[in-house]
């Protein structure tokens, strides 16, 4: 037995040497260093997303190949802009933005917090994320113009929602649609684009379920069972009244707000980007639960042209 284990052991140590060594010459490829260190380096705090020490602007990400970025979590992030101009907009012309980029950095979610016994109050807690690197919302675009002396913003396409979940500190998992759906933002000024330039406003968040979804029950809006076909006891007359809302399921459409800072702009590319805080409504389970508050902060980028 000694003698396989040591064979065992030496076959080991030769594999890991080799791969340790692949690794290495790699690791020597100038491209190879400057996207693995983006997307590895980072700050880890409670709440809050691992993000890239080292800033990738646009043309950077875009130069970038499928086989660099895959595995790197860099198709999740939002690029960076590097800058201090102004971008002027002139009321009666219309511009297009596009490549609009929302990237969650924290998601809080509003819970009763107990201050001492018997008093809580309503505070927002912050929470593990368990979505995979596919939150971040991308090539979002639409109309924008300068409209009774505010600069407006109106959402009309692109990857404008992602199926998000985060767990609380008490394990409770909160699902929701993160989105800007429908979004009109208006500014109070009419420009011009530049760092200290703030823009916001309200929209749509659907429900999180579709109606051929079912639940474990197999109840469901378009198809499945009617009621818990499990539960035909207590579905009859007080009883009845308890089920109501996980029998009868609905298509939520809630909503929430959004307000953008923006910090930096680049006016020879026509780039801006800056801060976002969104609050929007979670899942109610197809009008099951009561819906939570929750609450989220990142970074966006946006490119704005004239049509």
């Known amino acids: 037995m000694k003698f396989f ?3 065992i052991v030496m076959v080991c140590v030769a594999i890991a040497a080799g791969y340790r060594a692949h690794l290495i010459m790699k690791a020597e490829t100038p491209s190879f260093k400057k996207f693995v260190t983006a997307a590895i380096a980072g700050v880890l705090a409670t709440g809050s997303i691992n993000m890239p020490a080292n800033a990738l602007t646009k043309a950077e990400t875009n130069s970038l190949s499928y086989l660099q ?38 998601f809080q979610v509003e819970e009763e917090v107990a201050v001492k016994k018997g008093v809580t109050v309503k505070e927002f807690v912050n929470t593990k994320l368990m979505t995979r690197q596919t939150y ?26 992602a199926a998000t979940t985060v767990q609380l500190p008490g394990g409770e998992r909160v699902p929701f649609l993160f989105t800007v759906k429908e979004l009109v933002a208006k500014s109070n000024t009419a420009g011009p684009i530049a760092p200290g330039f703030g823009f916001g406003g309200s929209f749509v968040v659907p429900s999180y379920r579709t109606g051929l979804f079912l639940d474990p029950k197999g109840r469901g809006m378009t198809t499945g069972y009617d009621q ?9 007359g007080a009883g009845e009244e308890k089920l109501f809302d996980e029998n009868n399921k609905k298509f939520d459409v809630l909503g929430g707000d959004i307000e953008f800072s923006v910090n930096s702009v680049n006016a020879g590319e026509s780039e801006f980007g800056g801060l ?16 939570k508050k929750v609450l989220i902060k990142g970074k966006f980028y946006a490119k704005i042209e004239g049509i």
């Open 5 to 7: 284990r040591a064979i």
């Open 228 to 236: 818990a076909v499990a539960l035909p006891g207590i579905q009859n």
């Open 69 to 106: 970025t895959k595995g790197t979590g860099l198709g999740n992030r939002c690029s960076d802009v590097i800058g201090s101009g102004s971008i002027a907009v002139t009321s009666g012309k219309k511009y297009k933005i596009t490549d609009l980029c929302l990237e969650p950095t924290n």
């Open 276 to 291: 976002f805080v969104s609050s929007q409504a979670s899942d109610t389970d197809l009008g099951g639960k009561t819906p």
């Open 136 to 161: 971040t919302l991308d090539g979002v675009s639409g109309t924008a113009e300068v409209k009774d002396g505010k600069f407006t913003f109106t959402e009309e396409d692109g990857i404008d929602y």
